[in-house]
């Protein structure tokens, strides 16, 4: 039987984003040092694992393919944050799927108008592939518009880390983006989707019991 997963986006989901002095734009982390794990995401992700889901990664990471960083620190960044993760909550992605890609690259080699690129599906259909998920019953977790298209793309449900305001209400409602919550943390994420596993069984000892004390 195909698994379920949570597909999570990694920069202002998993860890937190940084400031940008000199372009005043807050913007995805490029180097080990910038390493900040947003409070509660290990544990969370931990608890999904052990709640029957397979973690996987998604996440575009055009930083190497516009000469914001270079290969290795890009590399040596991801791997501090795998082992945060681990040295934390004991959690490890059964996945780790990156879009490199930008369609204005000025690293040719990852120039291009790829399928992998979010709001595009690619990234999760192909992790879908090579584990053999249950699309269906999987969820997309993530900080941007671009995330949930994704999500809502491939065919999975999708909960977005944010503040509920007017402006993203109007922009998923503009775009017909539905989503099973908007949320702080993924700690909260990991609340919805397992009230979603769970509901059944949990609606039926509630029946169970009422019945009992009346
Ligand atoms: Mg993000
Ligand atoms: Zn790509």
């Not at 879009?99 to 790829?114: F, G, M, N, S």
């Not at 992998?116 to 249950?134: Q, S, T, V, W, Y």
Request: net charge neutral; aromatic share 6%; glycine share 8%.
């Amino acid at each position: 039987m195909a698994d379920k997963a949570v597909f999570v986006d990694r920069d202002g989901t998993i860890v937190g984003l940084v400031y940008d002095k000199e372009t005043g734009y807050v913007d995805s982390i490029t180097r080990p040092e910038q390493v900040k794990l947003l409070p509660g995401a290990s544990e969370a992700l931990k608890r999904l694992k052990d709640s029957g889901y397979k973690l996987i990664l998604v996440s575009n990471k055009p930083e190497i393919a516009k000469g914001r960083v270079d290969e290795e620190t890009f590399w040596e960044t991801q791997r501090v944050i795998e082992d945060r993760l681990r040295n934390s909550s004991g959690v490890e992605f059964d996945g780790i799927y990156f879009c490199l890609h930008h369609p204005q690259a000025i690293v040719e080699k990852y120039r291009a108008d790829c399928e992998c690129r979010k709001p595009k599906p690619g990234l999760i259909l192909k992790a879908a592939k090579e584990h053999d998920l249950d699309i269906k019953n999987s969820y997309l977790v993530g900080d941007d518009i671009l995330d949930i298209k994704a999500g809502r793309a491939a065919g999975c449900k999708a909960i977005m880390l944010g503040h509920a305001n007017s402006t993203i209400l109007q922009i998923l409602d503009d775009e017909g983006l539905k989503v099973e919550g908007i949320v702080g943390s993924l700690n909260d994420a990991l609340r919805i989707i397992l009230s979603d596993s769970h509901g059944s069984e949990e609606r039926y000892k509630r029946k169970g019991l009422s019945n009992g004390t009346k």
